[in-house]
């Protein structure tokens, strides 16, 4: 009987199996020893066909495959292995990938397109492949680097050029497979906290012995090496998982090399760790559109719980959906900020709700336009009770919060207005409120920095949202660009970097600080 038996586990099931089959044909075998043999065997055959319980549509199964197919080995292996890489890809969200299959057939070649990441790149390494299967069917595209030749110079080649991959795939025989993982690890082609899938397998029952040496062989390899850790040891289908460490535990202190923050990372994080906010509770004003919706988006990308604050309720509503159907913890409040009770109510329900606030960004803001001369009185109130009124009683308000939990930031949405005047438009009051906020900022931000308070601000050049879309605005956008070396508006994506940024602990340095965003426009 050809058998699949791709791991310990099945071997095990079918050897179970042929005792049972020979106990049954002996008359004079002790009845307990039968039943205690029959009751192994099945657990061991229900532990087996476990995987078919969590089969999906688009990923099959390795349980269903091997019990539908037994007499096609070569399917069934490929089957398996794809389920395990795709499942991997899911999980790390590798772009850059290196695949090494031990073989070119048709089924490894259609597999490629499921493996490639929509916004990433996969190198193939194939010992020969016919033309024809290049350039035809649904193998070929853009994002597919396939490479034909031995698989050792394939490697070579990619060392010279310096490439690095999030996730390296190789499928090879023991020595090979050895190999090919003490190249890729000596050689730096897995990238910081990169992952490498090994996978050996044979197709003979009486193999499974060969199998496990081999498993263990390669657990050995990568226990040996402090720069790797085995995250999925060989059990089905005999993959082996490992992953880069962002550093070995003990750094060897040589060659001038020190351990401290630089090396091994502030507090053992890398920069982009840093940059994280899980956990933190965070509030943005005029949240319901615009620049806020972007700082609220970001900020929930970060990690972070947001309250999302507008007059409009309904707007709010719609960004907080948005940010829950991304798995971001949010909740909308309606608050008019130049109300002094709105504001004192939207603090106190985040702190009842959430137990704090670490992250307030003061965020609505309304643009006015007149000349000058005719700007009313009504007018000049109205901005300054959003602009200036409104985000001072929300600093001081999120701003007591933070001071008795010893840590906050506070983020202003300021505007390049403050630094320039921009023209045509005419807006004294709103440019004054704006710069009126950068002094705010520097002063709350020096006063409070010693209890553990950050402030800054954020001043975006012109903006792409609703608050331009005005008559008065809208016709002035060709003369704006003029004025910009960027040569195009801001789009509210370009400032959700600098509000994560200011939001972390990686900006812990800075305080009163002004963060201009406007593509260059202050300088010409
Ligand atoms: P926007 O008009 O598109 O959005 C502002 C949001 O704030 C709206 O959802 C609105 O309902 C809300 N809001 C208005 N008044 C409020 C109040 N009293 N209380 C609570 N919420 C209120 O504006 P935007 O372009 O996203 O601007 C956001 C901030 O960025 C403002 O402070 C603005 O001055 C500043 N800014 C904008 C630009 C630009 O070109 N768009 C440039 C520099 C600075």
Redesign the pocket.
Known sequence: MQSCTDTALESISLYFQKITDLCNKNADFPEELHTCLQTASSIISKLTHFPEKVESDDIKCPGTICRDTYQEMAEVREHTGNTIHKMLLQLTGAKHILYLPDCSSSSVLSSLGVLVPEDGRIVVGMSDLHEKEVTQGSLWKESIDMRIGPTTDILKELVASGEQFDTVFIDATEQNLINYYNLIISSNMLKMNGVICLQTKTSQMNSSNENETVARKITDVINADPGVEQIFCPGYCSVTVAKRKPLPPTVVLEKGISNDAVFSGYNRCCILDRLRLDGKVAYV??G?????RAFSHALGEAGAKIAV????LE?AKTVALELELKGIKSVAMA????KEEDVQRIVDNIVANWGRIDIACN?????MNSASEDTTLEEWDKTFN??LR?LFMCCQAAGRVMLSQGYGKIIN?A???SLIVPHPQKQLAYNTS?AGVVKLTQTLGTEWIDRGVRVNCIS????D????HTDALKPLVQCWMNDIPAGRLAQVTDLQAAVVFLASEASDYMTGHNLVIEGGQSLW
């Open positions: 004003t005029g319901g559109q615009g620049i806020g604050i507008d007059i409009a707007k608050a008019d900020v130049s965020n609505a803001g309304i643009n959003v602009n409104g949405t505007s390049m207005a704006k975006p050049g012109i903006v949202t609703p608050l331009i």
